[in-house]
T-cell receptor, first 115, second 111 residues
């Protein structure tokens, strides 16, 4: 079974802290994604990566950065956490690059609260 | 702008009846569509998909219909069961390696 693991289920951080959310997948997928889920807004793409050292901005990258030093690990960084970044964060990976019909596999999510 | 829209934020149906969840999209480059199911405090799980070369795909109680001319897809669940109560997201992809998600529809199946 494909496994996408997020390092924390729940996090509480203070405003201004630097926050790291880690995601690891064990199926050698090229593509990895970070989304946030908010009520009424669905899943919004923050950043994605098609390969090691590569990153692309999604729809809402402001206030975030990412790191992909190894193929299996994709980290989301909140440079200076703010209360409007309180959300459910979801990591996903997809097996195929280019044209294909792969499904996205999601981690269990990290519920981040910024106080 | 939201390229994938689910205009019904919630839906309630009786157990045993049909649940119909709808999704509209705007980008004509989308050619692959998926439905995901999400329980609270869990990540979404894949449910069913359809390629643009088809207009229907079935998997047990779940059927997805695609109307390309209307840029509309729907998920039918027959018969609905209480365990189907969850938030359902539709997703669309132009090349199969990036997905655009809708805002979700919360389905409640009443026993």
């Amino acid at each position: 079974d494909v496994k996408v693991t997020q390092s924390s289920r729940y996090l509480v951080k203070r405003t201004g802290e630097k926050v790291f959310l880690e995601c690891v997948q064990d199926m050698d997928h090229e593509n990895m994604f970070w989304y946030r889920q908010d009520p009424g807004l669905g899943l919004r793409l923050i950043y994605f990566s098609y390969d090691v050292k590569m990153k692309e901005k999604g729809d809402i990258p402001e206030g975030y950065s990412v790191s992909r030093e190894k193929k299996e690990r994709f980290s989301l960084i909140l440079e200076s956490a703010s209360t409007n970044q309180t959300s459910m964060y979801l990591c996903a990976s997809i097996p195929s690059s280019g044209r294909g019909e792969g499904e996205a596999f999601f981690g269990q999510g990290t519920r981040l609260t910024v106080v | 702008d939201q390229q994938v829209k689910q205009n019904s934020p919630s839906l309630s149906v009786q157990e045993g009846r049909i649940s119909i969840l709808n999704c509209d999209y705007t980008n004509s480059m989308f050619d692959y569509f998926l439905w995901y199911k999400k329980y609270p405090a869990e990540g979404p799980t894949f449910l069913i998909s359809i390629s643009s070369i088809k207009d229907k795909n079935e998997d047990g109680r779940f059927t997805v219909f695609l109307n390309k001319s209307a840029k509309h897809l729907s998920l039918h669940i027959v018969p609905s069961q209480p365990g189907d109560s969850a938030v359902y997201f539709c997703a669309a992809s132009p090349f199969g390696n990036q997905f655009y998600f809708g805002t979700g529809t919360s389905l409640t199946v009443i026993p």
